[in-house]
């Protein structure tokens, strides 16, 4: 979906608009991603394979923060929490700790989703939501109804799923499918899947981070987590990690094969009565 969306084409022009009226970032982007600079393109013919997937999300990322309206910063982290908007989903931890995950630590978030017809709690948080545009408006960008989550996840650090109960989930599966590491509430299925990044001797593990109350604070804490990664992890780091995570993929016919496979290799033993 992303591949037919149109989206770099429409988009690239507009970046090279801003990049050439600000010597700063056209410096910055000289000096790390030239490859974005020569063409909509150019970063996915780079033969590399880690340098291919760095600058080419790294492109889509500038071209989203393009697109919607925010400021164009490379080392901003920009997340993705687009779901049903309910309150099972965790919205309201975000309007709650909403001061401190823009203001202080700075966070650019991509927000939404659909209320379901009837549920007045879903209605009153989309309201909150929307109110987000008005008082970070170069750092928040909340669109309501159904949306493809394609070119979010593709263009994004990171996807927020705190939820108050999850059973299994799929959004998270698609996050790391699209190579996004996941901020999520330990709980039911979302514990299964997501687990903690840790760095030792060189060795990265782990998609993501983690919190257990569902309270505002511990939300922000997990959130504060993910930006000191980012803020202090290198390069080669967060590649890691996102590796992880696309790697971390769950999908059910893998266990149901060797569910199978199990079966089929038993020998069954029949008694024969006199």
Not at 59 to 64: A, C, G, Q, S, Y
């Amino acid at each position: 979906r992303f591949d037919a969306s149109g989206f770099v084409e429409e988009w690239y022009p507009a970046l090279m608009k801003k990049v050439g009226k600000n010597a700063d970032l056209e410096h910055e982007l000289q000096q790390r991603y030239p490859e974005i600079l020569t063409g909509a393109y150019e970063c996915e013919k780079i033969q590399d394979v880690k340098r291919n997937k760095i600058v080419t999300r790294m492109r889509n990322k500038l071209l989203i923060q393009v697109q919607r309206g925010f400021s164009i910063d490379p080392d901003c982290v920009l997340f993705c929490m687009i779901h049903r908007v309910a309150e099972q989903k965790g919205f309201q931890l975000l309007l709650e700790s909403s001061d401190g995950i823009f203001n202080t630590l700075g966070f650019q978030g991509i927000i939404g989703g659909s209320v379901a017809s009837g549920d007045d709690s879903g209605y009153k948080i989309a309201d909150g939501l929307l109110q987000l545009n008005g008082y970070y408006p170069d750092k928040v960008s909340v669109n309501m109804g159904f949306q493809d989550v394609s070119i979010p996840l593709l263009s994004s650090d990171v996807f927020l799923m705190p939820s108050m109960n999850e059973p299994g989930g799929i959004s998270q599966l698609e996050a790391f499918a699209c190579g996004c590491l996941v901020v999520a509430r330990a709980t039911g299925g979302l514990r299964d899947t997501v687990f903690p990044i840790r760095e030792k001797a060189g060795e990265v593990a782990g998609n993501g981070f983690l919190f257990s109350d569902f309270t505002a604070w511990s939300f922000y804490d997990a959130m504060e987590r993910c930006m000191n990664f980012y803020r202090y992890a290198d390069e080669n780091v967060r590649y890691a990690a996102q590796v992880n995570a696309e790697e971390s993929v769950y999908f059910w016919d893998t266990p149901a094969r060797k569910y199978l496979e199990t079966i089929y290799s038993l020998k069954e033993i029949v008694r024969i009565l006199d």
